[in-house]
């Protein structure tokens, strides 16, 4: 099982990183693989229980995909790091299958987060 939790930080409030991540583990009853990226607005979680993990944190855009793919998982972080606003929001429209997805932009301190249900986009 895959999952993610992206917290914006408002009015300074902090949350531990070892706090979240054992929680997450006990609510979910199971201990996962956790990969992150925080900055001072931002923090953002992805984890699994399952053996492999496919998160590309090489760029300033921390990205978490889970579900059904048409495409390759690897190609579509490849696409979505390097796109910018109206170009990404065409690409996920576009993109086919069952899932949801969240992407961090540390460089700008913004999130975005979809679920796809059939085709049926629900930007959050």
Sequence with gaps: ???????????????????????????????HDFSFKESHKIKSYFYTNEKK????????????LIG??????????????KL?????????SDLKGAFALALADFSKSEMNSLLIFSGLIYFL
């Design 1 to 31: 099982m895959k999952g993610f939790l992206y917290i914006f930080q408002k009015n300074k409030i902090m949350h531990d990183c070892d706090e979240v991540t054992k929680y997450i583990d006990k609510l979910k009853q199971t201990k």
């Design 53 to 64: 993990t496919l998160n590309n944190n090489e760029s300033s855009k921390f990205i978490s």
């Design 68 to 81: 059904q793919f048409v495409e390759r998982t690897e190609d579509i972080i490849t696409s979505l790091s």
């Design 84 to 92: 910018e606003d109206l170009d990404l929001r065409d690409y996920v």
